[in-house]
């Protein structure tokens, strides 16, 4: 269903429109290849960057157990020598292949989100986990297990400073866009990003899907409506634009 100011319950887009990929450019082959089954077209613009911050490793003799929560931080933690060794969990299959790719030979997927994760972990046996994040986290695992979770910020996201004319020039065409969004910071941005734009829901066709409610907490929105995925997923998410766009 979409829900907005002038449209509740299931909502069609006439002429089935287009999808907008504001996802980092890290995940635009699986973004890509999941969604290749609408049959839209995708115009991709990564509004966050990841860039690596300058923390160092501790000892890797001093863990036994690795926490990975996105595929951005298995490619930012640069694992290597002892660290490969350790035991990996993982949120999603992304991340799990991502560890796997990455050489981690012991890699635990714990479900599809932190909430899964944090009831997963809650009855594994590790004795300190090394908590590889971003600096900006939805959830702190490391305060929900202070004694057994050490938190290292190995990236930031970093969002643009403001949305590229080949979006804008498509958006002001009328052009009838959805927007999958998949955390709530991608959510902001795409909203500050717009707004700094003077796009709002009266001068654009701009749908979003969420994959989460909590993803639209706090942001109005230049969205004609706004759909959230049935489950947390990549697969639900797929789905959820399907619907909007039928």
């Not at 003077?198 to 749908?207: D, F, G, K, P, W």
Request: charged share 20%.
């Amino acid at each position: 269903s979409c829900e907005g100011r002038n449209h509740t319950g299931h909502f069609h887009i006439i002429g089935r429109g287009m999808i907008l990929n504001t996802r980092p450019g890290f995940y635009q082959d699986r973004f890509h290849a999941a969604f290749a089954e609408l049959g839209l077209p995708i115009l991709d613009c990564p509004v966050l960057r990841p860039e690596a911050t300058d923390a160092e490793l501790p000892d890797p003799r001093a863990f036994d157990a690795v926490i990975l929560t996105s595929q951005v931080a298995v490619a930012q933690f640069s694992a290597a020598g002892l660290w490969l060794s350790k035991k990996a969990y993982a949120v999603g299959p992304g991340t799990e292949e991502a560890a796997r790719m990455a050489g981690f030979g012991d890699v635990v997927c714990t479900g599809v989100d932190a909430a899964d994760m944090e009831q997963y972990l809650a009855d594994q046996p590790f004795e300190m986990a090394l908590y590889a994040s971003a600096e900006d986290v939805a959830k702190d695992l490391s305060e929900v297990f202070p004694k057994r979770v050490r938190r290292l910020p190995v990236y930031r996201m970093v969002p643009l400073n403001e949305m590229p004319a080949s979006v804008l020039s498509v958006v002001k065409a009328n052009a009838q866009i959805i927007v999958p969004l998949f955390s709530r910071r991608s959510a902001e941005t795409v909203t500050t990003l717009f707004g700094k734009a003077q796009v709002t829901a009266t001068n654009s066709r701009l749908y979003a899907v969420g994959i989460s409610h909590d993803i639209f907490a706090g942001t109005e929105g230049p969205w004609q409506c706004r759909a959230v995925a049935p489950s947390p997923t990549l697969e639900a998410m797929v789905a959820a634009t399907r619907e909007v766009a039928a």
